[in-house]
């Protein structure tokens, strides 16, 4: 059982709440238009890494005729897909050896997974599984503004636990995360280079502004919880990449600090009182035809 990910670099909130207000139904309009697919064809769609599955949710809602099939090869990831996200295959595997026969799919996809596996397996294997014709779409974040209230920057508890944290950056940097980063040119150059055709770079802009008239109280809410979990998350892959750092004493003392500012930041939302903090990132989508 491998829950390396999940365990160690990015819990299951983390990847759950982001990634579900990035794939909201308000953003349909920019993915599809880049992804260019035929929603009204019965299309088979992989996700390679597809982490707790939101983006598979968001697939589903989006090509209904589509069936759609998550991979990854965390199982906690996978076992928590699996709940969540109804009327979608999910299962465990190697994006560097899919379980798949040739010629299987007409659309592969990912997000935030290409700068992790080596180039010539991730391109070489989604070519392997995929129609001829078929459509590989490569997500990845690049920019991103980030605007909080300055209660929301680390408070002193936080600082003093990430001081303590020395050494964690190199404990993740074991698991080889990042290990093939790529520029906004190098991406869609490998992806010709592992031979797609009719490659296309655009981007997508998401902005999360609970703040925002267009954003309703639940989902203004979701923004907030969202970096609550993250920062949360964050704390918990600390704990566990450096056994025996800390005490369950700081661990709670940091964690009930972070509650604290959100929960001012909920109260300020819920009495109308306008902080526009903002989170916008640039979402870049590569897509190339077998
Ligand atoms: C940054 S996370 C992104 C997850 C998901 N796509 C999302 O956006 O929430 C990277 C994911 O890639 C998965 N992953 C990394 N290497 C993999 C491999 N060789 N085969 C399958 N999954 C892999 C990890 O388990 C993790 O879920």
Known sequence: MNTTWSDYIQGIPTLYESRRLRFSDAFAPQFKALFAL?????????????????LC????????????????RD????????????????????????????NSFDVTISNTVAEHIEPSAFYGEQRRVLKPGGICLV??????ISRKPA?????????????????????????????YPMSESELPAAMENYGFSDV?????????TPDHPAVSAKVAHEIINA????????????????????SEEEIDAVKRSIHQKYDRRIAQYDRGEKQWDT???VIMVVRGRK
């Open 75 to 102: 199982s906690a990831f996978i076992r928590f897909a699996q709940e969540q996200e109804k009327g979608i295959r999910f299962l465990e595997g190697d994006a560097a050896a899919l379980p798949f026969a040739d």
């Open 139 to 144: 997500l990845s974040s690049r920019k991103s």
């Open 227 to 246: 970096d609550r979990h993250g920062t949360l998350d964050a704390v918990d892959s600390a704990v566990h990449a450096l056994p025996g750092r800390f």
């Open 279 to 281: 989170l916008v990132s």
């Open 151 to 179: 209660y929301m920057k680390d408070n002193a508890p936080e600082k003093a636990f990430w001081e303590k944290a020395d050494g964690y950056d190199d404990a993740v940097a074991a698991y080889e995360i990042c290990k």
């Open 38 to 54: 035929d929603a009204e064809k019965p299309l088979k769609i992989l996700e390679i890494g597809c982490g707790p599955g939101a």
């Open 57 to 72: 949710g968001a697939l589903h809602r989006w090509y209904p005729q589509a069936e759609v099939t998550g991979l990854d």
């Open 200 to 208: 296309a770079p655009g981007y997508a802009v998401v902005h999360l």
